[in-house]
């Protein structure tokens, strides 16, 4: 992950990181990326099962070999969820102690980059808190990045990038989302670090578009391909029961609709590759 978000900070573009989860999501994602001929971050909390994600991984990484990816344990709590992604052969994790006070946010994510480093693995971690968009009236400002802990922080720990909180949330928001461009650009300008928004979803593409010139490089996106995802599926179902459907023909099987929902999961995730700017920069 680090060889890729070095790349687009120098070409001054951003990579998706959708989350995937079984073997649609993670094919819909490199099916993607190999046609738009981008690069690609999977991510993967470890609730959705690390070590089955890192199998399926090395498997679609022989059917896709073309595409520079690499698969990213997101949001890392549990110290054993950040081992066993280093063990199941993950090429990089987060390790997420934003919610902690700085200094032990710093201690901790320093010795997951001692471990991860020695084996060639790259670390992202965060500073400050992305919340819940549930919640984004009430805890937007608590959790913004400051600068100067930024240049610190990364000064001490040796991360490969920075997550920063900038006025984005995760999942959908329940207000209208407004990011801090100014302190964006501080950030980028005092680190040099490749810099990581999370909470994607539902911010607007023309918001994120500016987010990358202003100095992102990794987004991370769930909510918006999930929906996309489910809503293909409802849209089939409905279709397949509608009341002037002959009963007697064959109902669309159940199989079908992991692929029908990989094909939407797959559309959205291609409508941000092309906001994001990296069509073409495989």
């Known amino acids: ?80 969820h950040l081992i066993r992604a280093i063990r199941a052969g993950f090429s990089s994790v987060m390790v997420d102690r934003s919610t902690l006070p700085y200094e032990q946010n710093v201690a901790e994510s320093k010795e997951i980059v001692k471990i991860a480093h020695a ?36 000064e001490e720990t040796g991360v490969d990038c920075l997550a920063v909180a900038v006025g984005t949330s995760h ?15 501080t950030i980028a300008k005092s680190v040099d670090v490749p810099l990581v928004l999370h909470g994607g979803s539902g911010t607007g593409d023309d918001l994120i578009a500016k987010a990358i010139k202003c100095g992102i490089q990794k987004v991370n996106l769930w909510t918006d391909l999930s929906q996309a995802s489910n809503m293909a599926v409802k849209e089939a179902i409905e279709a397949d029961y509608a009341p002037d459907v002959d009963p007697d023909k064959k109902k669309i099987s159940s199989w079908q609709y992991d692929m029908i929902g990989a094909d939407g999961y797959k559309a959205a995730l291609e409508h941000y590759m092309h906001v994001f700017g990296c069509v073409g920069k495989a």
């Open 119 to 154: 084996v060639g693995v790259s670390v992202e971690a965060e500073l400050g808190h992305v919340g819940q968009g549930v919640e984004y009236e009430q805890t937007r400002d608590a959790g913004l990045t400051h600068p100067e802990e930024a240049v610190s922080f990364v």
């Open 171 to 185: 999942g959908a928001y329940k207000g209208t989302p407004h990011l801090e461009f100014e302190l964006l650009e």
């Open 1 to 80: 992950m680090h060889e890729l978000l070095q790349e687009a900070k120098k070409g001054g573009y951003g990579i998706p990181a959708p989350n995937v989860y079984n073997r649609f999501t993670i094919e819909a994602a490199l099916q993607a990326a190999d046609e738009l001929n981008a690069p690609v971050i999977l991510g993967c909390p470890g609730v959705f099962g690390i070590e089955e994600v890192g199998e399926l991984a090395r498997y679609y990484e022989r059917k896709y070999p073309r595409v520079p990816f690499a698969v990213n344990l997101d949001h890392g709590g549990p110290f054993d």
